[in-house]
């Protein structure tokens, strides 16, 4: 008899996990679904069962808090679930001035982006090791890469994100764990975002892409084992321009592009 293996997704209630979800369960890939006590996580499992047939699991927990976190993993093993795949995808975004954020925010942000994380990976490890391949994709953002006002404690996660990545992959590569990073740009992933990524410049609004198109990219490039995992042409642009622009030109750009977008405590 052939054990059953599960994909556990976190944040998986809406957004761009509910797309990474639907992907998986598209390629028939068992699952594991986490989020905060919400109808739409129970909703979205028992739409994907009778879609897709194949086995979810929804669990409900708070994964800002590290007891969050820990009883994730007891729940998990006491229902003898075995996760062949990780993807740490929950995550807090803003776009608000340092000096604009109370410390309660910028806590649970930390918290949630990076010490979730962190916490799951590890907990996770022995149950991904069991497995002849594994594999764990981290979401980060494109804003890792640069130096964004309105995004420095956001974007300092995703800089966490992006480096325990890549030096994990390189870790884990002996144990047959595939460790992948994707970092995506602006994604219409719930109304706030929407009109925030709208509300930018025209490089803004057009890189913006659909979270279920860059699901699709996530989940090839994870089973790939690919190890950066760059969504879009404007977007991998960007990431090249990087290279190529002189700093003061990239500051201005950068100052301007940032000040035109909405304030949010979601992107
Ligand atoms: N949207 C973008 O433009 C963009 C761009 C680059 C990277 N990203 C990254 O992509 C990931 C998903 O973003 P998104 O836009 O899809 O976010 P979202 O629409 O706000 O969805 C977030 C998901 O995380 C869950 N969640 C929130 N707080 C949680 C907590 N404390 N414990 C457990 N689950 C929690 C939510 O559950 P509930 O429904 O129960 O609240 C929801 O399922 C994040 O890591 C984000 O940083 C997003």
């Not at 809406?14 to 905060?36: D, H, T, Y």
């Not at 879009?232 to 700093?247: E, I, T």
Request: net charge positive.
């Amino acid at each position: 008899m052939t054990t059953e293996t599960y994909t556990l997704i976190t944040g998986a209630s809406s957004g761009f996990g509910k797309s990474l979800a639907l992907e998986c369960a598209s390629r028939k890939m068992n699952l594991i679904l986490v989020s905060l006590p919400s109808e739409r996580l129970k909703e979205l499992a028992s739409i994907i069962r009778e879609k897709y047939g194949v086995n979810v699991t929804a669990i409900e927990k708070d994964l800002s808090t590290e007891d969050g976190c820990y009883s994730l993993y007891t729940e998990v093993t006491q229902q003898n679930l075995h996760v062949s795949t990780l993807i740490n995808n929950a995550g807090v975004g803003s776009t608000f001035y340092f000096y604009e954020g109370d410390t309660g925010f910028f806590e649970k942000q930390v918290k949630l982006n990076v010490l979730a994380t962190t916490l799951l990976t590890r907990l996770f490890l022995p149950l991904l090791q069991q497995h002849r391949h594994a594999y764990i994709l981290n979401v980060s953002s494109l804003s890792c890469f640069f130096y964004l006002p309105r995004k420095s404690v956001y974007g300092s996660t995703k800089a966490y994100i992006y480096y325990l990545s890549r030096t994990l992959r390189k870790e884990l590569k002996p144990f047959g764990i595939s460790v992948s990073v994707i970092c995506p740009g602006g994604m219409n992933t719930n109304a706030v975002v929407t009109q925030v990524n709208q509300s930018g410049t025209w490089f803004a609004r057009n890189s913006a892409m659909e979270p279920d198109t860059v699901a699709a990219v996530a989940i090839k490039g994870m089973l790939r084992k690919k190890e950066v995992i760059i969504p879009g042409r404007l977007n991998k642009l960007f990431k090249l321009l990087d290279y190529v622009v002189p700093s003061p030109i990239k500051n201005i750009a950068q100052q301007y592009q940032m000040k035109k977008l909405k304030r949010s405590d979601v992107v």
